[in-house]
C-alpha cells in the first residue's frame, strides 16, 4: 500500500546506546528493501538493503533483520552518534507485475541522539 | 563519482503554472526514477524511466509527465499547477534492472511551492 499517515513514530536515544528502528512493511511479494537516511533539507540516503531470500544483513554499525513471517523489518545502529539523527525509511520492491521498478516506502521514523 | 544531480534546488510558481524539474543519474546508472515527497506525507512513486522508456507510473494525473534524454538525464514537466503540488520532487537513480540491480540512489531533490 502507499504510504500514508502525519505523525512519525519517534525513537531518543543517548549517545553510544544501541536502536533499533521497526518497519512493517505491506506486501507478502516484496523481495527487496532497502533502508534510507534522510536529514533535513536533503534528499534519502542510502544505508543498508536485503534480499528476500536472507534474514540478516550486516554493515558499518548497521544491521537489517526481515522477518518474512510477520512481514517485518529491523534497523540496528550499533553505538548512536548524535550524527545518526535523521528520519529512517524502509522500502519495499516488488521485482515483477505492475509495481516493477517502484519503491514502496514507510511512513518514517524520527531518529534523535542525545549527546 | 558525483551523486546524482537535481535542479534547481527550490522553485516557486503560482497555481495553473507549469513546471519543468532537471535530473541526473550517477554515471553508468540507466534508470531514473521520480518521487513526490509532500509535507507530512512519505516518498510516493511518480514516474519510472529507463533507457527512455517510460517503464512505470505512479498514481498521479496526466499533468504529472516527464521524458529521459539519451544522456540518461530526466525532466519531470508538471502542468497546471495545483496547491497541493507543494513538495519536495526527489530523482533517484540506478544501475539497469536487467542486471539485477535494485539500489535507488537519490538526489538532494527540488522544493517546489504553489502560491
Known amino acids: 500500500g502507499e504510504s500514508v499517515g502525519l505523525h512519525l513514530p519517534t525513537l531518543s536515544v543517548q549517545e553510544g546506546d544501541n536502536s533499533i528502528i521497526n518497519c512493517a512493511y505491506s506486501?507478502?511479494?516484496?523481495?527487496?528493501f532497502i533502508w534510507y537516511k534522510q536529514e533535513s533539507g536533503k534528499g534519502p540516503q542510502f544505508i543498508i538493503d536485503?534480499?528476500?531470500?536472507?534474514d540478516k544483513r550486516q554493515g558499518q554499525r548497521v544491521t537489517v533483520l526481515l522477518n518474512k513471517t510477520v512481514k517485518h523489518l529491523s534497523l540496528q545502529i550499533a553505538a548512536t552518534q548524535p550524527g545518526d539523527s535523521a528520519v529512517y525509511f524502509c522500502?519495499?520492491?516488488?521485482?515483477?507485475?505492475?509495481?516493477?521498478?517502484?519503491?514502496?516506502f514507510g511512513q518514517g521514523t524520527i531518529l534523535t541522539v542525545h549527546p | 563519482e558525483a551523486g546524482v544531480t537535481q535542479s534547481p534546488t527550490h522553485l516557486i510558481k503560482t497555481r495553473g503554472q507549469q513546471v519543468t524539474l532537471r535530473c541526473s543519474p550517477i554515471?553508468?546508472?540507466?534508470?531514473v526514477y521520480w518521487y513526490q515527497q509532500a509535507l507530512g506525507l512519505g516518498l510516493q512513486f511518480l514516474l519510472w524511466?529507463?533507457?527512455?522508456?517510460?517503464?512505470n507510473r505512479g498514481n498521479f494525473p496526466p499533468r504529472f509527465s516527464g521524458r529521459q534524454f539519451p544522456n540518461y538525464s530526466s525532466e519531470l514537466n508538471v502542468n497546471a499547477l495545483e496547491l497541493e503540488d507543494s513538495a519536495l520532487y526527489l530523482c533517484?537513480?540506478?544501475?539497469?534492472?536487467?542486471?539485477?540491480?535494485?539500489?535507488?540512489?537519490f538526489g538532494p531533490g527540488t522544493r517546489l511551492l504553489v502560491l
Open positions: 533517484a537513480s540506478s544501475l539497469p534492472l536487467r542486471q539485477g540491480k535494485r539500489t535507488q540512489y
Open positions: 554515471s553508468g546508472h540507466t534508470s
Open positions: 536485503i534480499r528476500s531470500n536472507m
Open positions: 522500502a519495499e520492491n516488488i521485482s515483477r507485475g505492475t509495481s516493477y521498478g517502484k519503491l514502496t
Open positions: 506486501n507478502s511479494a516484496s523481495d527487496y
Open positions: 524511466y529507463d533507457e527512455g522508456e517510460e517503464r
